[in-house]
Structure formats: C-alpha cells, structure tokens
C-alpha cells in the first residue's frame, strides 16, 4: 500500500499497479504517459490531488475512486471486470470511457454522476448504478413524515406513500431520491455525450428496497446526446 500526501509531484513513464493500493491526498500530482491497474488493486484520489494521463489507459479487475474535488485528465479510460467511483465534485478532462466486462460507473452516498464525454461505450455485462445512492432512509426533501412514517415510502417526481413532498424537475431530473421510512433513495446520474452513446447494458437509480419499512424515491437519470 502505498500513500502519497502533502505536495508530492511525480512524473513517469508508466504507473502500473498490481494487487497494491494506492492513495493521492493533500495536492499531489502525478503525471503519467499510461495507467495500467491489474489484479484487484485499487487507486484513490483524495483532496485536490490531480492524476493527468497521455496515452489511452486500462484498468482490469480494479478500482478507481474519486472523493472530492480531483482532477483527471486523459484521451480515454476503458475499464474490465472494474468499478469507477465518482463524487460529482471531481473534474474530469476525459474523452472516452468505454466499460466492458461486469464493469460498473457508480458514485458515492449523496455524490452525483455528472460527466460530459464525447464517446461513452457499456457492454451489455456493464451498468451506471447508483442503486440506493441517493438521500439515507427518512432524509430528502420527499421523505415521510408524521405518524407511521417508519413504513412511508420516498417521494421524487411522484409521491411515495404516506406524507411526502414531491420536487425536482420532470424535464431535466438532476435530484437525488429521497429515503424511505427504511431505505436510502436512489443516486443521480446526468451524461452529455457529444458523439456516440453504445448502451448495451443498463442505467439504473433505483430507491431501496425497505423490506420491513417504507422504500427510498428511485433518483434521477438526465442523458443529452447529439
């Protein structure tokens, strides 16, 4: 595992991780000409870090996280058998993302999806999730209240059962569900794609299921395509 913080700089041919774990806090900056992460390792960019890539790059059975106001910059990112998890509060200079292979885009609790690419490209083993991402159980501004809320459901564009208001917009949804008595809402997702959009697997905000109380509000899901 290996951790870099403060105001570390670091320019390299190649960073290549293999079963490691690696963090940029503080605001590092790496420079690379390609990324490769391969068995099961995991990059993480915390605080201002800034992680900038020239060439085309790769992550296989991996991670690749964001938690807060980072920056990435590269042409393309494809991810295999992969998971890339954003904040909404991360710039990303990113051309192409292509997700093959039981590969997922998904966000963090509360965060958001919002990214403007030119190609996005899913397979159909591939989704957008943030399932249960959105406002915590009893939380959002359509979440239950009075008597019996325990057992309400979330409201978004609709009501849920129980006392909830409704809000957001039916033409450009960017809002997070709200929760249940019982279960988080769903998370937010908004593309712009300027090219090409290849959707062979799915995009999804569903609330969560409350099981023995009221389900979250499913969130919000805004693509803009030419």
Known sequence: ????QGNSSVTTDQLLL????FSLAGTSAIKVNTLLLQNSSSLTLND??????????TVYNSSL???????????????????????GKETLSLTSL???TNSVLTHSPQGKIDLSLTNLTLDSTSSISVNGKGYPAGQGPGAPSGGGSFYGGGSYGGKGWGIGL?????ITPTDLGSGGGAAAGGGAIKL?????????????SKGGDGITGGGGSGGSIYIITN
Do not use: D, H, M, R
């Open 1 to 4: 595992q290996v951790s870099s």
């Open 18 to 21: 293999k079963n490691s774990f």
């Open 48 to 57: 201002t870090s800034q992680l900038t890539i020239t060439n085309p790059s």
């Open 65 to 87: 996280s964001f938690t807060g106001s980072q920056t990435l910059s590269s042409p393309s990112l494809i991810l295999e058998n992969s998971t890339l998890t954003l904040s």
């Open 98 to 100: 292509t997700l093959n």
């Open 166 to 170: 409704t809000y957001g917009s039916a």
């Open 192 to 204: 712009i794609i300027t090219n090409t959009l290849n959707l062979l697997g799915t995009i999804s």
